[in-house]
């Protein structure tokens, strides 16, 4: 009989294989329509909301990369929102209102982005309203690239393809390649409308349709998401256009990444437990987003276990045997590997197979095209490993009640 | 105009079409390792036979043929252990059926009457040779078992390398059941050697059936048990 173990893996490997396949079939049956976008019949208004917190390296270089958009300038008025900087943001963000005169600053104290764009939302005239980070600069083209999907009325939000602005290090390089994939499932996903984040850096949504769910949940740390799922959980869609580009700043050294990841998943796990039961209601949000969203969250956690587990399994044995060494054992005359064919084997195989596969078809579509396959394998096992910490990080803080803010 | 969403059944069958395939090809690798071992109990049980009746042969006549026996010993023995150790690794290997698990038992049997063939043998040709005796657990309780009994089992086999054909060497696991319940009796003909040399843990080593070591002993520690029962024959 299989044992537990065995079959717990045969369980993730199960699922592993049908969450790669389903995306290499959606690849593979929608490359055509990557990059195409509705055309835009008649320019709706927008309001760029631009919330800002100690953003003075960088917030006029993003005004004036909104300023660069090729949009009508009647249709579209800018909003900064100051929450509460401690630095120059506010100064900028006024000398930048005084400047052009569709540029609207709003000051207020700290209180967070979901607040701030719920205050600002109140305040814009577009009927569109576009989220920008204050450290996010969107290409020219992305509005228009963006706007012709709300001609179907279904559709209240739309994001964009978020790349790398600063790719200085080994940790930028990795997220680089990692930003890319995020932004192909995010398309592929796009394809089923499953598209179940609208991200920061550039995210455009029908205002009447934000304020019919009350806007953006000040508790939730990645509002983003959970407003996403609130949009999908009432019936309307939302999607992603591949050539709608914007570029951020990442984050720079191990320890601001792993807060920002914390954050990432403390605001996943916050957004399942808000709608896990709408699981297997409402379309491809019951049917799929929820299940897959959890059952990733779910299998991150298991394959944590099990590689503690494969851990404590092989090291005790290394652990006793060099204890023993001192007694006089000769531990490196009997290190050896068997490597039998197991079914386990075979579907580690057939796994990693999958998902490199994947990965080299998502890297194929990122900016750089690349098809190195070494950097390929050092993403897959190393960069993706590292994932881990994060997740881990935050269960703890779940665990510990730890819910404070994770961005600044 | 096929919907969208068809691609979720259509991954679904690829992977379980995937799934039944790499299961098929699990067992068919499996059963490949398992029918080897069966394949070598049958021959090793014919050799056993021949052995126990080369053995009655020579407790009936005298001692003059010792050498021939021994000799004959020493290749079953060493045959069996090799075949042991491949049984061992295989066991870890087979993730789907527990076929091997049963053969393990025959061949601890067989282990058994080889040790007990021994022990005549010796007593009939004036102890030409050693024994030492592994007994250990097929079902360890904790991580750090398993790792000392790995140990143990290649302590002894360097033992045996440095030995040659002075040495035979036996790892019988000591508490194993007739059937797979753990309401079934333990395996008689062991509980009863662990009972004459009062065995109360495992794992643990008999040497030349005069001492009984529990737990880990370093190589120069059984060596020199090895030549005290020596000097005291």
Known sequence: MVNFFTLVYIILFFFGIFFILIFIFLHYRNSKQLYSNPPIKSYPTISILVPAYNEEDSIEETVKALLRLRYPTNKLDIIIINDGSTDNTLKIAKTLEKKYSHIKVINKPNSGKALSLNLAINNAKGELIAVVDADSYPNKDALKRMVGHFEDHSVAAITSRVLVKNKNNWLSRFQVLDYSIIAWTRKLLDFVDSVYVTNGPLSVYRKSVVQKVGGFDQHNLTEDIEITWHILSEGYNTRMSYSAIVYTIVPQDFKSWVKQRIRWNLGGLQTVKKYWRTMFKKGAFGYFVIPYVSASFFFAIVGFLLLIRLLWVKGSYHLVSLYYTLLGYDYWKYLEINLYITLLLILTCIFFFLAIWYYKIGFVHSETGNKNILKILAYSFFYRSLYLIPLILALYKIATKDLRWYTK | ?233
């Open chain 2, 1 to 233: 105009m096929q919907s969208k969403f068809r691609i979720f059944f259509e991954s679904l069958l690829v992977t379980v079409v995937i799934f039944v395939i790499a299961f098929l090809l699990g067992i068919f690798v499996e059963s490949l390792r398992t029918n080897k071992i069966i394949e070598s109990y049958k021959d090793y049980e014919i050799e056993a036979l021949d052995l126990k009746l080369q053995n009655y042969y020579y407790q009936i006549m005298d001692s003059q043929s010792c050498s021939q026996a021994i000799k004959q010993n020493f290749i079953f023995a060493d045959n069996l252990y090799t075949k042991g150790l491949e049984l061992e690794r295989y066991e870890e290997a087979n993730q789907i059926s527990d076929d091997l698990f049963r053969e393990k038992k025959r061949y601890v049997l067989l282990k058994t009457e080889l040790w007990l063939n021994s022990i005549l043998l010796k007593k009939k040709c004036n102890n030409p040779f050693d024994t030492i005796v592994y007994i250990y657990s097929a079902d360890p309780k904790t991580n750090i078992q398993v790792a000392q009994q790995k140990v143990i089992s290649n302590t002894l086999k360097s033992v045996k390398e440095q030995y040659g054909n002075k040495v035979i060497l036996l790892p019988i696991a000591g508490d194993l059941r007739i059937g797979n319940s753990q309401e079934e009796p333990f395996l008689g003909s062991i509980e009863l050697q662990k009972e004459i040399y009062n065995i109360s843990s495992l794992p643990s080593i008999i040497i030349n059936e005069k001492f009984v070591l529990e737990g880990f002993h370093t190589e120069e520690e059984i060596i020199s048990y090895l030549n005290m029962t020596k000097s005291t024959k």
